[in-house]
Nanobody
Framework: QVQLVESGGGLVQAGGSLRLACAGSGRTSSPYSVGWFRQAPGKEREFVAGISWRSENIHYSSSVKGRFTISRHNAENTVVLQMNSLKPDDTAAYYC???????????????????WGQGTQVTVSS
């Protein structure tokens, strides 16, 4: 099992930045890819960014490409999502998830991921 805990959410003005972290525990010695997803009220959960185990594959959704950066530090069991130039449309609960099957690629679908964190709220005011 992999336990994931997100942190770093909060309230920020449009144009500002936030840094989200996803801390893993449990079977962290085994490889897994990590995806960040978000869900706004009344909307489906959507893919934001993902990174493979050795960081050889990174993928962003078109809505965040160029503004968000994902990175991972396996020695610290942490995956970071740096979010810059935030917009009100980025307001959502953000979740990180672990895919233990596909470790060298990034999946954009929620059903590919086996373990999820509880989420952290990001609110961007206009």
């Amino acid at each position: 099992q992999v336990q994931l805990v997100e942190s770093g959410g909060g309230l920020v003005q449009a144009g500002g930045s936030l840094r989200l972290a996803c801390a893993g525990s449990g079977r962290t010695s085994s490889p897994y890819s990590v995806g960040w997803f978000r869900q706004a009220p009344g909307k489906e959960r959507e893919f934001v960014a993902g990174i493979s185990w050795r960081s050889e594959n990174i993928h962003y959704s078109s809505s965040v490409k160029g503004r968000f950066t994902i990175s991972r530090h396996n020695a610290e069991n942490t995956v970071v999502l740096q979010m810059n130039s935030l917009k009100p449309d980025d307001t959502a609960a953000y979740y990180c998830a672990a895919d233990i099957l596909r470790t060298a690629v990034v999946s954009t679908t929620t059903w590919s991921y086996d373990y999820w964190g509880q989420g952290t709220q990001v609110t961007v005011s206009s």
